[in-house]
């Protein structure tokens, strides 16, 4: 790597080829994959042939155009299968936030609406009931209670 600052230019286009040919958890795709539609050839693997860079060596250029045709046909599916994705892992994200955040218990919200005092109990303490009288079972603290204004 460098040791200074200065070089930092000269290291940035290898920072980049890393960052849009790693697989993002949120897309299960690569950046590459999504704009040129297929997976990017290393250059190591031009140096070195791998086997897909061998096998379309050996093609025509008539048999070379109909396979690429055939893999822009899928990039839409293979957009589609990544936007799907997306969305479970959005799914996902917010189940997780909800249930990290859930109130249980006396921390549970409380509705919301206009309810009617019935009583009024020592330390502050309020028996509401809703509009069409039927009774809360607990009984709530006044400093929480706001008046209803219509």
Not at 1 to 21: C, F, K, Q, S, V
Not at 71 to 96: F, S
Not at 124 to 140: F, H, N, Q, R, Y
Request: charged share 25%; proline share 5%; hydrophobic share 40%.
């Amino acid at each position: 790597m460098i040791d200074n600052h200065r070089g930092w230019h000269e290291m940035l286009p290898y920072a980049l080829l890393g960052y849009r040919t790693t697989v993002r958890t949120s897309i299960g795709a690569t950046p590459y994959l999504l704009v040129y539609g297929t997976e990017a050839v290393i250059p190591a693997e031009v140096e070195i042939p791998s086997l897909k860079i061998i096998h379309e060596a050996k093609l025509s250029d008539v048999d070379w155009v109909h396979k690429r045709i055939d893999q822009l046909t899928l990039n839409d599916e293979k957009r589609m299968v990544v936007v799907c994705h997306g969305q479970l892992y959005r799914q996902r994200m917010i189940r997780a936030f909800h249930k990290k955040y859930e109130y249980k218990g006396k921390f549970a919200p409380i509705c919301q609406g206009p309810y009617v005092v019935r009583k009024v109990l020592s330390g502050d303490a309020l028996v509401l009931s809703e509009m069409d009288g039927t009774e809360w079972p607990k009984s709530i603290n006044s400093d929480v209670v706001k008046r209803y204004y219509v």
